[in-house]
């Protein structure tokens, strides 16, 4: 079966900071990877996706990066965290005939 | 992906049936409507999904008009378990479209 991992679960971090997050799908090849951000109190936003190593698509200009160095692994990074940056992150694979599935997140708090 | 629109939240007695609905009138031929559901600090959870004819799995039921210009989505006896945030998404099922969150329907389940 297909199982996402993503850590850590919650992260503080001062602001200027650098940032790594890291998601990696098990039991499927070739899948689509997303990356959300969830604000407090508001929806689900895209912020990167990518369907094969090294494409990185991006839905909205801002202070982060997303890289794919291998398969099913997706890393979502940024050089100098801003206090916007504070939210709960969700990684997401789907492929064809799948339907999405989601990590368990990660909750950033720039401090 | 089409917009759809929801209410911004819905009460329901424990036990009792919750009806959820969603309007997407702009909604392609070719597009689906997908049901998730978010609990509080977790990940999306995929709960059913349709093209035009009603569906039921072990969550729920999907019930979509002949038009296709809305949906409902039923929980047959709601628990408190079932406390979350719905989004009705409509997508191209095949090839890699992105998943678009609204905000979604907050449904309360109260003893």
């Known amino acids: 079966s297909q199982t996402i991992h993503q850590w850590p679960a919650t992260l503080v971090q001062p602001v200027g900071s650098p940032l790594s997050l890291e998601c990696t799908v098990e039991?499927?090849?070739?899948?689509?990877l997303y990356w959300y951000r969830q604000a407090a109190g508001r929806g689900l936003q895209l912020l990167f996706y990518?369907?094969?190593?090294?494409?990185i698509s991006s839905e909205v200009p801002q202070n982060l990066s997303a890289s794919r160095p291998q398969d099913r692994q997706f890393i979502l990074s940024s050089k100098k965290l801003l206090l916007s940056d504070s939210g709960f992150y969700l990684c997401?694979?789907?492929?064809?005939?799948?339907?999405?599935?989601f990590g368990s997140g990660t909750r950033l708090t720039v401090v | 992906d089409a917009k759809t629109t929801q209410p911004t939240s819905m009460d329901c007695a424990e036990g009792r049936a919750a009806n959820l609905p969603c309007n997407h009138s702009?909604?392609?031929?070719?597009?689906?409507v997908y049901w998730y559901r978010q609990i509080h600090s977790q990940g999306p959870q995929y709960i059913i999904h349709?093209?035009?004819n009603n569906e039921t799995n072990e969550m729920a039921s999907l019930i979509i008009t002949e038009d296709r210009k809305s949906s409902t989505l039923i929980l047959p006896h709601a628990t408190l378990r079932d406390t979350a945030v719905y989004y009705c998404?409509?997508?191209?099922?095949?090839?890699?479209?992105?998943?678009?969150f609204g905000k979604g329907t907050m449904l309360l389940v109260s003893p």
């Open positions: 997401a694979w789907t492929r064809e005939g799948y339907g999405y599935t």
């Open positions: 039991g499927t090849s070739n899948p689509n």
């Open positions: 990518s369907v094969g190593i090294g494409q």
């Open positions: 702009t909604i392609s031929g070719n597009e689906y």
């Open positions: 349709g093209l035009k």
């Open positions: 998404i409509v997508r191209v099922a095949t090839g890699y479209s992105t998943l678009t």
